[in-house]
């Protein structure tokens, strides 16, 4: 299961991030402000989303109700030291699917995880899904333009995959690399530029080599 933390307690997440891939066997992407959670849940495909609710740079309801104004179905577990009826209404009513009160036992979080995990939020991948004139196709791996099809390898079906899930959007190369590789990969920058230049030529084979933007200093994006 791949789970996103976003919690600025560098002691508590820490903790939280070592017992939940020691005890629970998850993969786990921690990050330490609002908006980077923000943009780690829309570059990417998490099981679920834990939100602290105070962080600096988007506080975790604010997080939470932009991304399901953006229609993100993905499940959130809300953390936070407010347990008021009226704050535990407010985490609820800005999309939270249940929040847990710190202090907090990790077993107890271990479990909530494994309720929402039994709810099946994962979203339905089209088999093919077009931009523009060119076709992706994710049971194949390839993609075509006017009766040319081309066949991708499985670094470069990926990265177009994710640019295409976020078409539009630019992606910093630091979330391409770790959705791509991980950031615990033995891999530089270098690796996505490679793949890029590579993707590009197949691209242009079926004319399209416009499809694939680059922001100077900041990642990629395929153009809406």
């Not at 979080?109 to 089209?126: D, K, Q």
């Not at 080599?209 to 153009?223: D, H, N, P, T």
Request: proline share 2%; charged share 30%; aromatic share 8%.
């Amino acid at each position: 299961m791949n789970i996103l933390l976003a919690e600025d307690d560098l002691q508590l997440g820490e903790l939280v991030e070592y017992m939940l891939k020691k005890k629970g066997g998850y993969k786990v992407d921690w990050v330490m402000e609002g908006e980077d959670a923000y943009d780690y849940a829309n570059a990417s495909y998490y099981d679920i989303l834990i939100l602290d609710w105070m962080m600096p740079n988007g506080d975790g309801v604010s997080v939470c109700r932009r991304l399901r104004s953006r229609q993100y179905s993905g499940a959130i577990l809300m953390l936070t030291a407010k347990d008021s009826v009226e704050d535990r209404i407010s985490g609820l009513d800005a999309g939270a699917d249940d929040y847990l009160v710190k202090p907090f036992e990790i077993d107890e979080l271990l479990a909530r995880l494994r309720a929402l995990s039994r709810r099946n939020y994962a979203p339905i991948l089209e088999e093919q899904l077009f931009i523009h004139e060119m076709k992706l196709n994710r049971l194949s791996q390839t993609i075509s333009n006017n009766g040319e099809e081309v066949q991708l390898s499985p670094r470069e079906f990926q990265l177009l995959d994710l640019l295409a899930q976020n078409k539009g959007q630019v992606l910093p190369r630091e979330v391409i690399l770790d959705r791509i590789w991980g950031f615990d990969a033995d891999v530089s920058m270098k690796a996505i530029d490679a793949t890029i230049k590579l993707l590009r030529k197949k691209l242009d084979i079926i004319g399209q080599q416009e499809l694939l933007q680059s922001i100077r200093g900041v990642g990629y994006k395929v153009e809406s």
